[in-house]
């Protein structure tokens, strides 16, 4: 595994995206860097106060002609390579996604931190996703030996690992195992696998919040003492890595070989199996 | 079933989120809103070219202190309830909300257009459920005979029916079943089931334009083609119920009753057996 950004040791950025510092996810956020930023540097990235615009839109990094547009082509990897590839290697990427992506390179641990809303992230957050992860900087490259781009597990942000502090709504029946939610860890499959083990980070446990609305002030000092308690420990929790695509697992098909896990149809299928 | 707000029928809202006229997107819009126009009356939500601004701030709302903005709880069933339903009852809500609200209000059959972008819908779109489906107005009423908020296939816009239609860089087996991005059906499954479910909105199968970066001159104009040929028969298409909360499957514990499909944990459980 190579990456081409290598993080700097004992470094995090926290990203928050919750639009009110009186609220439970405003505690949880700013006691959580401070019980991180004890044996860690940690930078933030607090959406809603820096104003952060999610609304990927290429034709305002174009100034020609509206023909000669970026977006003719929709598809690569996460369906936005041919839309800003081309942006990121002529260096006209805005200013904010451009101070996004060196705080990024330079993080070896990343907090996503947000409210569950429609049972994913807020907006924001997902705009974050689409504008600051430009081909060229977080995929893209190819693998060397194998020819083809490196991702899942393999990106251009290797070598990091990433903490999800999720609130909900809801209780843990409903968005357990079997939940009439669907359970968390299959909601949020499309960021803690689509994006995050994409770029090659590693995804931690999920910090879950469950019955966010209805904690109580006593229940809240647990909540936030619970996740500092959590942060403190990070350096001895073991990962929870997907299969990575270089290993073989999805060779010929695209999809998982038939001799693993044979019939199970579950998002489950793509834990890399422990031990 | 009820419904808060009764459609009118043979109309239909086409919500589009993709940047460029000239994209592959942009063809399927226009030509799909052609082909639709053909049998009903067809409204739009072109939301890059409304400028719609997908970020929910419920401190744009509320004109007092800071310490008397809504945001203190963060949950409810979709995580918004406490932040907006307040905003809903006292008619607070911004113009452009209450715009896309009637729309809504209106439309029989709801079309949802967008590249997927990370694994999901773009910010702009995720932000108009964020924003949009208010409670109060998608969902929060009760049921008058459970004496519970209506939701999963009774919510505020029951009787309506939706087609979402995705296009994606990758080919069939990379996003079809145990494919290494995950299936689409569960990837999206935050949208068919908790957004659109949650609020009483049968969603039909897929339309899934794959490997669309690659598919030449000609692969557009059967792209085109055959979303339009589809279009024309939807009334004849079954929609694709998922279970309904009030039928009892999700009795006392908010999870899968054990008695059913025992032993799965697939997001393919909560879809409704046929027959």
Redesign the interface.
């Known amino acids: 595994m190579t990456t081409a950004h290598p993080p700097t040791p004992g470094t995090a950025l926290w990203v928050h995206a ?8 405003g505690r949880l956020f700013r006691e959580g860097v401070r019980a991180l930023s004890a044996d860690r540097e940690v930078v933030t990235s607090d959406l ?1 106060a820096q104003g952060f615009d ?6 305002a990094l174009s100034g020609g002609s ?2 000669a ?14 839309l800003l590839g081309d942006a990121h290697a002529r260096g006209r990427l805005p200013a904010d996604v451009v101070g996004e992506q060196a705080k990024l390179a330079r993080a070896e641990l990343l907090v996503l931190q947000f ?10 957050l ?2 974050w ?2 504008r600051v ?1 430009t081909a060229g900087f977080a995929f893209g490259d190819l693998d060397p030996e194998l020819g083809v781009p490196r991702r ?1 597990g393999d990106g251009g942000l290797a070598g990091r690992r990433a903490l999800v502090v999720v ?5 843990a ?2 968005i ?8 968390l860890e ?2 949020l ?2 960021l803690t ?3 995050l083990w ?1 770029v090659g980070v590693e995804p931690l446990d999920l910090h879950v919040v469950h ?4 904690l109580g002030a006593a229940g809240v000092e647990r909540e936030v003492e619970r996740l500092a308690r959590r942060l403190r420990t990070l350096d001895a929790e073991p990962g929870r890595p997907y299969r990575r ?1 270089r290993d073989g697992d ?1 060779r010929d ?4 070989r038939a001799d693993l896990l044979p019939g ?7 834990r890399l199996p422990a031990g």
């Not at 919750?18 to 996810?25: A, F, I, V």
Request: charged share 20%; no cysteine.
């Open positions: 919750h639009p009110s510092r009186s609220s439970l996810n809603y999610p609304v990927l839109d290429p034709r509206p023909g547009a970026p977006g003719e082509r929709t598809g690569g990897p996460a369906g936005l390579a041919d409210p569950l809303w429609w049972y994913g992230p807020p907006a924001i997902k705009g996703f689409d992860l899942y609130t909900a709504g809801e209780d029946g409903s357990g195992p079997r939940g009439v939610s669907g359970d299959s909601l499959f499309p696998h689509g994006v994409y019955d966010a609305d209805a695509l999805y098909t695209r999809a998982l199970r149809t579950d998002l489950g299928i793509h």
